[in-house]
């Protein structure tokens, strides 16, 4: 599963973003999607999660009330909708594929698939 994000940039707290996840030949049906981030110097973390069909979602708390994850099957699309974004949110943003995976745990272990990541900065 090839995954490619999009929808990074810069942005003032405050703002703003949505991020895309997409794959253009696999459909998307049968994989959990998986947001993770990574600030400098810091271990990648978990933000949020999406099951195959769209029933159950997952968050770090940190995000809770700020971002939404969805996804468009039909669209072999999955999105990271942010809002109310914070300094500390910075960081270069992945997306991840999982085989029928519940997204009862935000670890990167689960995810099989990754994209090349996509830079989110949080700066005034």
């Known amino acids: 599963l090839q995954l490619v994000e999009s929808g990074g940039g810069l942005v003032q707290p405050g703002g703003s973003l949505r991020l895309s996840c997409t794959t253009s030949?696999?459909?998307?049906?049968?994989?959990?999607i998986g947001w993770f981030r990574q600030a400098p110097g810091k271990d990648r973390e978990g933000v949020s999660c999406?099951?195959?069909?769209?029933?159950?979602?997952n968050y770090v708390d940190s995000v809770k009330g700020r971002f939404t994850i969805s996804r468009d099957n039909a669209k072999r699309t999955a999105y990271l909708q942010m809002h109310n974004l914070k300094l500390e949110d910075n960081g270069v943003y992945y997306c991840?594929?999982?085989?029928?995976?519940?997204?009862?745990?935000?670890?990167?272990?689960?995810?099989?698939?990754w994209g090349q990541g996509t830079q989110v900065t949080v700066s005034s």
């Open positions: 991840a594929g999982a085989w029928n995976y519940d997204c009862s745990a935000l670890v990167a272990g689960a995810f099989g698939s």
């Open positions: 030949v696999f459909a998307l049906d049968y994989y959990a």
């Open positions: 999406i099951t195959s069909g769209g029933g159950s979602t």
